[in-house]
């Protein structure tokens, strides 16, 4: 059974540009969510997709945005990047919301890092 | 506001002994609580989910106990090797799925 797949899993991107990164959950997994981790703020939830529909939000400006397909595949797009948005970004897919009793599935993450 | 505290933030330990990491949470109504191993650069992975009826649960090495009513966690690890040096997070879910995390503790184990 294959795990979590994100792609790319390192991008270097400039100040103002705009980044789509990639995740495609476990076979029959409904829920992806995406996080950001850095050294200084830890794990933060950024938002997960149940169905295609986004199920909850965490507290990112606008610039963060995301979207699951028909297959379950999700993809989060970063506009306007600043450096502080340097990261690894997380996805995790389950078979039920996020916060369930099942287990999540994290990916190895996209290192993006904004010059 | 629902808050994940874990401790220590680090420690160092000498393989094959004994470590336990705490974590104290306010998190309200509770769901259930996670721990999770990440080894540097790379994903976490699941090492226990407990939810309000269970106290105590293994994977291997690895031991979590959960005491709902003074809303404390801890994860001990027995007979350390090398391989669990690694940062482990405690993740709170509350009733209405929403995540909370801790900062993590780093385990930092020597031969």
């Known amino acids: 059974k294959a795990g979590v797949t994100q792609t790319p899993r390192y991008l270097i991107k400039t100040r103002g540009q705009q980044v789509t990164l990639s995740c495609s959950p476990i076979s029959g997994h409904r829920s992806v969510s995406w996080y950001q981790q850095t050294p200084g703020q830890g794990l933060q939830f950024l938002f997960e997709y149940f169905s295609e529909t986004q199920r909850n939000k965490g507290n990112f400006p606008g610039r963060f945005s995301g979207r699951q397909f028909s297959n379950s595949r999700s993809e989060m797009n970063v506009s306007t990047l600043e450096l502080g948005d340097s990261a690894l970004y997380l996805c995790a897919s389950s078979f039920s919301s996020q916060g369930a009793n099942t287990e999540a599935f994290f990916g190895q993450g996209t290192r993006l890092t904004v010059v | 506001k629902n808050q994940v505290e874990q401790s220590p933030q680090s420690l160092i330990i000498l393989e094959g002994k004994n470590c336990t990491l705490q974590c104290n949470y306010t998190v309200s109504p509770f769901s259930n609580l996670r721990w999770y191993k990440q080894d540097t650069g790379r994903g976490p992975v699941s090492l226990t989910i407990?939810?309000?009826?269970?106290n105590t649960k293994s994977n291997g090495r690895y031991t979590a106990t959960l005491d709902a009513d003074t809303k404390q966690s801890s994860l001990h690890i027995t007979a350390s090797q090398l391989s669990d040096s690694a940062s482990y997070i405690c993740?709170?879910?509350?009733?209405?799925?929403?995540?909370?995390f801790g900062a993590g503790t780093t385990v930092t184990v020597r031969a």
């Open positions: 407990m939810t309000f009826s269970e």
């Open positions: 993740v709170v879910s509350s009733g209405d799925y929403k995540l909370s």
